[in-house]
């Protein structure tokens, strides 16, 4: 569902329509069917929402109608207009589509985009999207966001935090979390047998052997010795800003970042419209749009499905390695 | 000449015989005659480099020969070792570019990556190469350093300094000296009449309204809003990573980063060989290759023009709108 006031059931209905030029697999939404109905209408367009009863009618239903698993908002949807009322129905979709996931009944899911603002009205506790999905899998470290663009995949190593607390957040611990999760997820989630990490520097040049910032020399290249020496096959600390060009991506299979903007970057820059969040270290499949709610555009018809399409093109592929015999 | 024992040489031969199809104006080498035709014939290419006695030969040689004023180096030139004995050969070049600009006798400089390190040892003072530029044409002011690809041009509010101290750099004087003179240069150096500038935000997401680090909303909005009560056009501060996609580099003439890889990431990540370094600011015309001396290819014959001829065309261009009657 995501945010019901946003543009994730129109861009949902759009991906459907468009499900036998790109390919993509069955998939079941967790969302209000009325809503999907008055959203497909409002396109203009003939989709045949079909509530479902069980999940074992979604592969022969998939090629002529959208089948759904309702969830009901608690109020009618107003597109754009934030309701607190319906914060409910948003965070029992989630719960749903997890369930499924952990029991097997699906192969994974892919979220459409909340709005963080609105579930902290009604309530909601959790830092953002990603942390609710962990506890709900019931794993007590920290996933990894990755991000990824057509041929560039991207994990930051610092989120949404200011760019003055970067510094003092880049360590050895964090460094080794998330390359251990990350390198494992590539072999695991993408079939690389021995992923090649690029880490990108902290400072420009990467500190230029210390003369502008400590940190590259000091905390980043000691942490990536430590794991080299386990046979971790790493390269950096690189020069961002020489590291994101078509040549430079094909020396490695992901890119580790030091904070968002010298991740997301290049990945918005390269792919704006088909970029995907990926989540990496869970025990179940799970990826995103890499845009948000969208509430300004929400409901006028404008809204690319690109990146949903490919976010579900994503989890199908990951899908497809965890479990390579389904 | 830039560093003799870079690649200054070698992509100086290969932009002149390219000249054709590449239409590049025509240009004089400050260099050593004889290390630029080893560097032709190591290349197995016949360039008749030749001395000439005035700048009024160049034009009609430039078509049949290479013009060259000679700065003799001390020392014979090893490819890719440097040697402080030749560091004067490298500043006379630079001055003697300075000063023939300054006279009118040519219309602009390009200058080739210089070493610094070398430079400090055979005791430069200048903190690099654009400040000496700046020195030598008597401004008292900082020059203004842009990087250029193919549909982009930016600008770093900071540049080679360390991540954590970016953020206590961004104040709302530089801020106003940085726009101040890289909007008149987009007017007097590229002919736009209103330069449309956007200017990114330091934090992720521009700081979220002030919950993602302060900055933002305390120091940058505030310094654009004095800015555009003077009738500058700014939009900003924006989200780094929505920025330069295709459609968004539609919307500026020039963007305004806080610091080195915010600006560079983008440009080098579209156009890793074509980028120029232009320096806004300086009574003459001066721009550079964005690419440093490569001592590790010198001499290989593997080095790429491409970016000086860039160099050599942007400073066309600019020198064309600056005296739009020559």
Redesign the interface.
């Known amino acids: 569902m995501g945010e019901p006031a946003g543009i994730g059931g129109e861009i949902t209905v759009k991906a459907w329509l468009m499900r036998h030029g790109k390919n993509l697999p069955a998939f079941v939404v967790l969302a209000d069917p009325d809503r999907l109905r008055a959203e497909a209408e409002s396109l203009g367009q003939r989709v045949p929402v079909q509530v479902i009863d069980s999940l074992d009618q979604v592969d022969d239903l998939f090629e002529t109608a959208l089948p759904v698993l309702p969830v009901h908002t608690k109020d009618p949807v107003e597109a754009g207009l934030l309701n607190a009322f319906n914060a409910g129905a948003v965070l029992e979709s989630i719960q749903t589509a997890v369930r499924l996931a952990r029991d097997g009944q699906v192969a994974g899911i892919v979220t459409n985009p909340i709005h963080k603002g609105i579930l902290y009205e009604a309530g909601f506790k959790h830092p953002g999207h990603t942390e609710y999905l962990a506890d709900l899998c019931g794993i007590d470290h920290d996933p990894v966001m990755m991000l990824m663009a057509q041929d560039l995949k991207v994990v930051p190593l610092t ?9 003092q957040a880049v360590t050895a611990d964090l460094l080794h979390d998330k390359i251990r999760v990350t390198v494992r997820a590539m072999q695991q989630d993408f079939g690389i047998a021995v992923p090649r990490v690029a880490v ?1 520097g ?4 990467a ?2 052997g210390g003369s ?4 590259d020399l000091d905390v980043i290249a000691p942490a990536l010795d430590e794991l080299r020496a386990e046979g971790y096959v790493i390269a950096g600390p690189l020069p ?3 590291m ?5 991506r094909e020396e490695y299979d992901i890119a580790l970042c030091m ?4 991740a ?7 792919d ?1 419209h088909g970029g995907v969040n990926v989540t990496l270290g869970l025990p179940i499949v799970r990826t995103s749009p890499d845009h948000g709610t969208a509430l300004n555009i929400a409901g006028k018809g404008v809204a690319r499905p690109d990146s949903l399409m490919a976010a579900i093109l994503a989890a199908q592929k990951i899908a497809s390695h965890r479990n390579p015999v389904t």
Request: proline share 10%; hydrophobic share 40%; no cysteine.
């Open positions: 989120v949404h935090i200011p760019l003055k607390d970067v510094p990108a902290l400072n420009p040049h500190g230029e502008i910032g400590s940190e961002a800003d020489t994101f060009h078509e040549m430079a904070y968002h903007d010298q997301l970057i290049p990945v918005k820059t390269l704006f």
